[in-house]
Nanobody, 121 residues
Framework: QVQLVESGGGLVQPGGSLRLSCAAS????????MAWYRQAPGKQRDLVAT???????NYADSVKGRFTISRDYAKNTAYLQMNDLKPEDTADYYC???????????????WGQGTQVTVSS
């Protein structure tokens, strides 16, 4: 399978910055879209940002202008640069990749285990 491992979470102060990383590994033929989701305690998992294989990005309104998603295609890694963090950004952040291991295989969605982000003074 394709394995995704997130890193970079932690405790930050309001107004601070944090960069999350998502490294994809395993047998990978191609990765179409990579995305970041987040889930606060007791809440549903919401889409934060997406980036296509061509570099096109989309953001949730709640993070637009503060967060930036990017990819290092050579490393099969996605990043989420988070600036001006607010307490409401506190959540578990999950990486998602729509990928396939082989050209003969359908695309599948793969998920990381998540990394916790806490924004508090």
């Amino acid at each position: 399978q394709v394995q995704l491992v997130e890193s970079g979470g932690g405790l930050v102060q309001p107004g601070g910055s944090l960069r999350l990383s998502c490294a994809a590994s395993g047998t990978i033929f191609s990765i179409n879209v990579m995305a970041w989701y987040r889930q606060a305690p007791g809440k549903q998992r919401d889409l934060v940002a997406t980036i296509t294989s061509g570099g096109r990005t989309n953001y949730a309104d709640s993070v637009k202008g503060r967060f930036t998603i990017s990819r290092d295609y050579a490393k099969n890694t996605a990043y989420l640069q988070m600036n001006d963090l607010k307490p409401e950004d506190t959540a578990d952040y999950y990486c998602n990749a729509r990928a396939r291991r082989d050209w003969r295989e359908d695309e599948n969605d793969y998920w990381g285990q998540g990394t916790q982000v806490t924004v508090s003074s």
